[in-house]
């Protein structure tokens, strides 16, 4: 019987090897995802370039994840392909009460993401804010996170997943009502405050991630991920953002039991840490309820690729994503027996299918 994802023609041993990544924790396992050159992106640039945008038709959006995800069908790698709803990525939550969302294109990533302006002019206003209803269909974004939902999932069917998208809880909800630096001064100035919104935020992350996984089917028990393609389970992506900029004893204080008690309502979640969070790492791997970790780089920092033995020191045996490797720095690293095992490499610039799935036999044949 053929896997139930067309554009997935070797799924079932890819979920083989993501289940031994994910839950036996192998560290004898290198996983890789090819990034080739891609029309459907080019196409994105020349509709939506880099910059400032209003909200896009969800149903070319979805005919572009659908283009973007064929050309892969090739590739013999180790992704699942899904789609990432980003226009839903973070104001999503701030429009539900109402806010100003904004909305910006990147077409190297394909995403067309959005944000809202902080909403409250003091924390006083908070009070105001009432819980929402899941059924309010005279909310514009119920109504709009619902169409594009059903819209992905008509154009996905049978061929593509849909991927889990980020929370905005704790400190991100603060951030959307009040702005950073008002949110790190309240946490200071008016702690009781920020408890009462962290509350708030768990309940309304819980509504919007319950209305995922109530309308997206799981694949084969698990939930597709842009960060870790496929984990068993209802799964969330976690985002710890605003510790980056802490200490960790601040995220030990504000951020731990939050971060906790989301994936404790789920079967767990997934984290990513910029390269200005990594201070965080041993702290973040501890979390409870934790599948894997996702390491991303930055400007002025070393990429994540060049420091995996020190990351595992503090890391251990969680699996470990890292976004981004160039294609020749993985390829030299591989022929020279250097990767590091559990991690799973997201390797850009790949020249085209034939380079990819060359380099991918060797993957699977790689022992660190």
């Known amino acids: ?7 997935c023609p070797d799924g079932e041993y890819i979920l083989q090897r993501l289940r031994r990544f994910y839950v036996e924790r192998d560290q004898d396992m290198v ?12 196409k994105m640039a020349a509709i939506h370039p880099i910059g400032f945008c209003e909200y896009p038709d969800p149903h070319e959006r979805a005919e572009f994840w659908d283009a973007w995800l064929l050309e892969k069908v090739g ?4 992704s699942i392909p899904c789609a990432y709803m980003s226009e839903m990525d973070q104001g999503l939550y701030g429009g539900l009460l109402g806010g100003d969302v904004r909305f910006l294109s990147d077409p190297g990533w394909g995403w067309i993401s959005s944000m809202c302006k902080p909403m409250l002019k003091d924390w006083s206003e908070f009070d105001q804010l009432a819980p929402v209803d899941p059924n309010d269909r005279q909310n514009e974004w119920m109504e709009r996170y619902e169409r594009q939902l059903n819209i992905f999932l008509d154009e996905s069917r049978g061929k593509w997943g849909i991927s889990h998208f980020i929370l905005i809880d704790g400190l991100n909800f603060a951030f959307e009502l009040m702005g950073a630096t008002e949110t790190y001064t309240g946490l200071i100035d008016q702690p009781e405050t920020i408890r009462r919104v962290i509350d708030y935020a768990f309940d309304l992350n819980v509504i919007v991630q319950n209305m995922f996984f109530d309308r997206v089917p799981l694949l084969e028990g698990g939930t597709c991920s842009n960060f870790s393609g496929w984990i068993p389970g209802r799964i969330v992506s976690e985002s710890l953002d605003p510790f980056h900029m802490t200490s960790v004893e601040y995220f030990e204080e504000w951020g731990r039991e939050p971060a906790e008690r989301t994936l404790a309502a789920f079967d767990g979640g997934v984290v990513h840490i ?11 791997s501890g979390i409870k309820g934790l599948k894997a970790l996702a ?17 595992k020191a503090q890391t251990g045996n969680l699996p470990l994503i890292v976004f981004e490797v160039g294609f020749g720095d993985f390829c030299r690293a591989l022929d020279e027996h250097q990767l590091v095992g559990g991690v799973f490499y997201h390797v850009q610039g790949v020249p085209d299918v ?3 799935n060359s380099c ?9």
Request: charged residues 25%; proline residues 8%.
């Open 1 to 7: 019987m053929p896997f139930s994802l067309s554009y």
């Open 31 to 42: 996983l890789a995802s090819m990034d080739i050159p891609s029309a459907a992106l080019k």
């Open 75 to 78: 590739v013999h790698d180790d």
């Open 274 to 284: 910029h390269a200005n969070g990594r201070h965080l790492l041993r702290g973040v």
């Open 295 to 311: 390491l991303g780089d930055d400007t002025g920092f070393p990429p994540s690729f060049e420091i995996l033995d020190e990351v």
């Open 354 to 356: 034939d380079s990819a």
């Open 360 to 368: 991918m036999d060797l993957v699977r044949e790689y022992n660190p």
